[in-house]
């Protein structure tokens, strides 16, 4: 928990951060190991996917490799052990993009894989927001596996319709990506596989750099922190809940204990995956006191269908 004095300090830091122009770009090329291999056969795709947008990517990016004709395996990260990630000769990562960054079960989940050295690895995130700051997201991923031996060759970010819950979600911004993923979409996820195999072919790697924008000074407040302060209930209805588990199960943390109605305010990240997965309708969640719901039933008012690609009809993974 961040204290007084470690807000005020966040908060400056990112003051400054806000005042630097826009398109200041700190990249590096680092000396990278030599590639394991330039002909990769077993691929690993990874996501961590609380609404299922970055899931849907991940496993498109998988359909793909394996009409490529690769020996694909594609996995939520919290489920996969990652002492066999220095098996594959490809991993590719996606997450979506938290608070301008990428969630910190991610982050941590990363900082803790074994040694990858010589394996290229792609990055990819999906968010919400036309200026999500994306690019400093995927650069964290990229960066953390490029610390354990990883050689990037890829990365990008697609964007679709936002999970994150509002009291009114009807505001412009969550409009203009009602629409995404479409067709566009899924082609972009096309060509950025694509083009990580052509760059393992041609022995290439990307650079990976921060942006220092107006984006990565936000990501500099402790805004997990406010959220949970504007958050004024978090609790289950006992009434419905139906005592499925999906929230103990979807929680990074596992902060929330449905049959005793309690979320650890300490544990949690305001990363209302517990209330974007309740299929009850239990989770009850008041935002500065009005009450939010959840990505699905949001889906459900507006009788939104999300988009599925093509490939799914003919792959599963
Ligand atoms: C807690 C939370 C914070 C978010 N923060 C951002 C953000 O900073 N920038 C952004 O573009 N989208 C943000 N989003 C939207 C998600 O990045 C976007 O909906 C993403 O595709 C969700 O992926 P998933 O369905 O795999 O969980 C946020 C969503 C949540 C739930
Ligand atoms: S209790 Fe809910 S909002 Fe808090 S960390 Fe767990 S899933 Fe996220
Ligand atoms: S997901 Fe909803 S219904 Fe299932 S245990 Fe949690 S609160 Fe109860």
């Not at 122009?21 to 291999?37: G, H, I």
């Not at 000074?217 to 588990?245: F, M």
Request: proline share 6%; aromatic share 8%.
């Amino acid at each position: 928990m961040d204290t007084r004095r470690d807000f005020i300090k966040k908060s400056a830091i990112a003051g400054a951060a806000l005042c630097l122009p826009v398109s200041l770009t700190r990249e590096s090329r680092a000396a990278y190991p030599d590639f394991k291999t330039r002909n990769p056969k077993r691929a690993l795709v990874l996501w961590y996917s609380q609404a299922g947008q970055t899931r849907r990517y991940a496993k498109l990016i998988g359909c793909i490799l394996k009409g490529n004709g690769l020996s694909v395996d594609a996995r939520d990260m919290q489920e996969f052990d990652k002492n066999l990630l220095p098996d594959y000769d490809l991993i590719i990562v996606g997450t979506p993009v938290f608070y301008y960054d990428i969630p910190s079960n991610v982050s941590e989940w990363l900082a803790m894989i074994p040694s990858i050295k010589g394996t290229p690895v792609a990055a990819f995130v999906s968010f919400g927001g036309p200026e999500g700051n994306q690019h400093n997201s995927s650069s964290h991923v990229l960066k953390l596996m490029a610390g354990k031996g990883g050689v990037p060759v890829g990365r990008d970010a697609f964007r679709n319709i936002a999970s994150y819950p509002t009291s009114n979600w009807n505001n412009p911004k969550q409009i203009s990506g009602q629409h995404l993923p479409n067709a566009a979409t899924f082609d972009q996820v096309r060509r950025f596989t694509a083009d990580v195999m052509e760059k393992i072919t041609r022995g290439e790697t990307i650079s990976v750099g921060y942006e220092v924008t107006l984006r990565e000074g936000l990501s500099l407040l402790p805004l997990v922190w406010l959220n949970k302060k504007a958050i004024s209930k978090h609790t289950v209805d006992a009434a419905k809940c139906i005592g499925c588990q999906t929230c103990v199960k979807q929680c990074p943390t596992k902060a929330i204990n449905p049959s005793k109605q309690m979320v650890d305010q300490e544990k949690c990240l305001a990363c209302f995956g517990c209330l974007n997965n309740c299929p009850a309708d239990a989770v009850v969640m008041d935002y500065m006191g009005e009450r939010l719901y959840g990505f699905p039933e949001y889906l459900k008012r507006n009788k939104i269908t999300i988009m599925e690609p093509p490939e799914f009809n003919t792959c599963s993974l």
